[in-house]
């Protein structure tokens, strides 16, 4: 989810040189500060100083950085412009997309789940006309990981991104389109620029409401936000070591 511009960090990672092939860089893009400071406090990552800054002046986003086993660590619509500066200027070897979403439980999701997306698209970008239509719905298969769905044990479905929290009747129209099992407000963008780059880019997001449920999203969301983020953390975590000294035809 996209926050104001004070909840509006960029968690980063950069690395040293690790072997033949092997991941060395990895950026992190996360949203919401509450979705990044637990892995910032994991991976001991500190915020760049000023000097150190890599966003233009007036970049409402902050990077933090550090080695975890070799790897740093980046985080946020924001999420394509920052996705953007991050790749142009850390040059990554994959991006992790990590952060909260709304879950459909017609499709599996419940709280605290955490999924990788197996598919990107946007739910509200409506131009009906042919062609340009699919060009708005924005729809790509994201960076197969097969390898860590099967260690780490992930849900997978596909993921459905816009501007808004809730859910208005078109956006649902367009979410059952898209057959999507969880909902942010990120990922389609993260996925557009990393293509754009030809960076693998994957998809971490964990539910904190249930968007087909009987609770306000907003309310719901709140009342989740700091114990789903614990289970985000986790699994980033457990996603960050599972990459630590492979290539990414390993994943
Ligand atoms: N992030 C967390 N819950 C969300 C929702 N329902 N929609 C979009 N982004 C979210």
Known sequence: MAPPSSEEPAA????????????????????????ALPLVTRFQLVEAAADESIFPKGAPWTRYHGDYKGLHSVGTVSAALVTYACIQLLKPDLIINAGTAGGFKARGAGIGDVFLASDVAFHDRRIPIPVFDSYGVGARKTFATPNIVKELNLKVGKLSTGDSLD???????????????????????????????????????????????EKPT????????????????????QVVDFISGKCISDL
Do not use: R
């Open 12 to 35: 980063a990672a950069a690395a040293e040189p690790a072997g033949a092939g092997a991941i060395s860089k990895v950026l992190v893009v996360i949203a919401m500060q509450t979705e």
């Open 218 to 237: 907003a309310e719901e969301f709140l009342q989740n936000l700091i114990s789903v983020t614990m289970a985000l953390d986790q699994a980033v975590m």
């Open 167 to 213: 859910m208005s009747p078109h956006d649902e129209t367009a979410i059952l389109s898209n057959e999507a099992t969880v909902k942010d407000m990120e990922g389609a963008a993260v996925a557009y620029v990393a293509d754009l780059f030809s960076t693998p880019a994957i998809f971490v997001k964990a539910v904190t409401d249930i968007v087909d449920g």
